[in-house]
């Protein structure tokens, strides 16, 4: 792709145009350049993962370079001498896993196992740092989550969004042996696809912007490839998507408004496939789907799609404006995620989906023996990211669990955006919105939830096997600006 072909179409913003609701004002950055260009795509094959598994695990993160625009090559991060991102590791339930974490970046870095239940001192967050030129061997530990697709990232506090936006990261996938894993597609790379999707905004030197300002990319790149196309087998597909984005949720469908199947939320399958025509993913969040495919003509394409266009601004990426801290050419619009290409079956297709998945016994609001609650709002500066009015602050404990407890969390949003909500340690099961229902599809076990302005979200998690009378997890905005900006908080888990 050329500059050319990125350059910002003319939007004209009106003065007063926009409104300023709550104590942040949308920035009206008034007229942007250039024009849309009509060339053809050339599209680039998808880049997939390589795969390490065994219980011992290796990686090193360094900078490197990836060749995305014409002239210079863009400076990244990536883990293992990938240039973007960093292999898959597989792991199974139940084994006892090691891992060995070398920084090779040019500042310190942490590296955290998004999804995964792990003692706190392996947990990867941003008390357990790694100097540069230092290796980190947290482990061993048990896989004991569910068979899902989890992520590892940096989470060094302040530095998690422009570490993340260089390429740190990676998936996770755990596997185990029950019916349902075995009758769902499960060639990696061939009907079983991990995607990671997230934009990138450059700078004149081709480098990715990593600014808190720059929350939103202009580009879309899937596994880190622009305008990427993938061929699948014309059988049933599994993707496992991962929101990647700093920012940016998804309304993501398909052209032809496609049904498709949800069957597996962050932390599990669910009990049955939940065809759906739509699903909104906010930033963390993963969803494993089934496309099926067996009935397309072999040589015909259809586009993953995030349908974003009449999204409204607690919406991350709703905000129609194509520049600036709340802008980007992709906000607002429908654009595809990923050309799929049908080609030819595998002989190892799956022909059908099994009717159970899985058999959830999710908490319920009536399990719960205690309760807490929290608000996003603006601070006292009016402009904060703040949990209950403070920012993070790694020194100070915020909420303290007892060991074994089953608690009912309400998050409420009093802020003018939309946030991502994440918990370390848990799975947990949403039991109520307050704006109307929980999604069919978000009712199986989740670690990161979407949530909108005046929203009260509430989920009910079991804290167990970890506890640390001075260590903590986080919970936090997985908008990674937010969550720079302190919109984090830690908590114990005491015996
Ligand atoms: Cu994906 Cu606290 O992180
Ligand atoms: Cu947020």
């Known amino acids: 792709m050329t500059k050319r072909e990125i350059s910002r179409r003319t939007f004209m913003i009106g003065a007063g145009g926009l409104v300023a609701a709550g104590a942040i004002a949308w920035a009206a950055k008034g007229a942007l350049t250039t024009s849309p260009s009509a060339s053809t795509t050339v599209r680039n094959p998808l880049n997939i993962p390589p795969v390490l598994d065994g219980t011992e695990f290796d990686l090193e993160l360094a900078p490197s370079t990836l060749q995305l625009l014409e002239g210079a090559a863009t ?22 896993v090691t891992l060995n974490v070398t920084n090779n970046l040019p500042e310190m ?51 998690t969004q422009m570490q993340v936006t260089m390429g740190a990261g990676g998936f996770i996938i755990i596997d185990d042996d029950s019916p ?25 030197a081709n480098a990715f912007k990593t600014d808190r300002q720059t929350a939103y990319g202009d580009v879309m790149l899937a596994n880190g490839v622009i305008d990427a196309e993938f061929t699948a087998p014309a059988q049933l597909v ?10 940016r949720f998804f309304n993501l469908g398909f052209t032809g408004d496609r049904t498709f199947y949800v ?85 190892s297709a799956r022909t059908s989906l099994p009717s159970v998945l899985a058999t959830n016994a999710l908490w319920k ?66 039991v109520s919105r ?12 989740k670690d990161t939830l979407g949530i909108m302005p005046n929203e009260t979200v509430t989920f009910i998690a079991k804290f167990e096997d970890y506890a640390d009378p001075t260590l903590p997890y986080m919970y936090h905005c997985h908008m990674l600006n937010h969550e720079d900006g302190g919109l984090m908080g830690q908590f114990l888990v005491v015996a």
Request: cysteine-free.
């Open 238 to 247: 599994r993707f496992r998507i991962l929101n990647g984005e700093v920012e």
């Open 109 to 159: 870095t942490t590296t955290h196992w998004h999804g995964v239940h792990v003692p706190q001192d392996t947990d990867g967050g941003p008390h357990q740092m790694i100097e540069v030129g230092e290796t980190w061997s947290p482990g061993p530990f048990k896989v004991k989550n569910e068979a899902a697709t989890y992520w590892y990232h940096p989470h060094m506090h302040g530095t």
């Open 180 to 204: 349902a894993s075995n009758a769902l597609p499960a060639e990696y790379g061939i009907d079983d696809i991990p995607l990671v999707l997230t934009s990138r905004r450059f700078d004149d």
């Open 434 to 445: 307050s704006s109307g229902e929980v999604a069919d599809y978000e009712r199986g076990w």
């Open 365 to 430: 609001a009536t399990d719960a023996t205690n309760s807490r609650a929290l608000t996003i709002d603006h601070g006292e500066h009016g402009s904060d990211f703040t949990f209950d009015g403070h920012s993070y602050d790694m020194s100070v404990i915020d909420q303290t669990v007892q060991l074994g407890a089953i608690e009912s969390w309400a998050i409420t949003s009093n802020h003018i955006f939309g946030h991502a909500f994440h918990i370390h340690d848990v799975q947990f099961a949403i």
């Open 75 to 96: 400076p990244t991060y990536g883990y293992n001498g990938e240039s973007f991102w960093g292999p898959t590791l597989r792991w199974k339930k139940g084994d006892e």
């Open 263 to 347: 069957v597996a939320t962050d932390g599990g399958l669910v009990d049955a496939p939940i065809p759906v025509t739509r699903i909104r993913m906010v930033p963390g969040e993963r969803y494993e789907i089934v496309v099926d495919l067996t009935n397309e003509p072999i040589g015909s394409s259809l586009d993953m799609m995030a349908f974003n266009s009449g999204q409204v601004n607690g919406f991350g990426g709703g905000e129609p404006l194509s520049d600036g801290e709340f802008g980007s050419l992709l906000n607002n619009i429908d654009f595809p995620l990923l050309r799929i290409n049908v080609g030819e079956p595998t002989t």
